[in-house]
């Protein structure tokens, strides 16, 4: 049954039509770790072969007995296979309800401070990258967690697909309250984003933007932890200008958000330092552009 779970989402609903998604959830409380183990496999399955699919799943309750394994496992395999079952489960076209897999967070958090295993790990991050784009409760959920600090650390990681979804986690702590940002600057996130400004792949350059456009429109002293480092601010003014059109835009959306919140001194010292940032053509497509002191940056329309 686990492997026609695998299979076409015709094979799929056949064993759905016959009842199977309820056994299965009820086959995640058996006493053999072995069977819980092919009841993890096929409610994977069929969680990642659609969201329809998936939101039967979480309303037939698969979430809770899942997340007793993955806590209470002391096996690799068995935490690792869990792990993705409840990756398929956070995730697709629509998200699922969030109200719904919320539970989710802590367990997705004890996992990426834990686990070093890359596999886990991309499960992991990724499902908590959806999970933590939510209002500032969800993200207090998440740092409450202590996972902060796991994921700056998983910033020094070569895998791209631990390190994206690490970045958009991050990202969205960041656009929480001032507290919940300051969160994320003491543990050490901006050396580590600031690594990465220059990264080959564009995706981590976006992400890197966004998440440091949050800071600057953040409080003055949240600004100048970045604006007060002539080696950052120097590195973000390349970036609006030497770059492709994508990231030039997202920098000098890191710059605009400066004028939110910033101090008149912060602005000005702005202003001297992005003499060489250009209004070019390429750069200007569906932009505005505002006036500081004479000095033209770009906005994003809204």
Known sequence: LTNIASGTTQ???????????PLFIRLLNSKFPEVAEQAIWAIGNIAGDG????DMILKFGGLEPLLRIIDNAQKQTTIKHGTWALSNL???KPLPDSRIVSPSIPTLCRVIINSEDPEVLTDATWAL???SDGNDKTIQTV???EVVPALIRHLDTEVISILIPCLRTIGNILTGS?????????????????????HDRRAVRREVCWSLSNITAGSPEQLQEIIGNQEYLQKLLALCTQDCTEIKREAVWVICNSTNKGRPDQIFLLCQASTCLLYTSDAADDLLCVDLGGRRIIKKKK
Do not use: M, W
């Open 11 to 21: 094979q799929i609903q056949t064993i759905i039509d016959k009842g199977g998604i």
């Open 51 to 54: 969201a329809n699919y998936r």
């Open 90 to 92: 956070c995730r697709g």
């Open 129 to 131: 990258s959806y999970l």
């Open 143 to 145: 740092i409450d967690t």
């Open 178 to 198: 001032e507290e919940q940002t300051s969160t994320v600057i003491k543990a050490g996130a901006l050396p580590k984003l600031f690594k990465h400004i220059n």
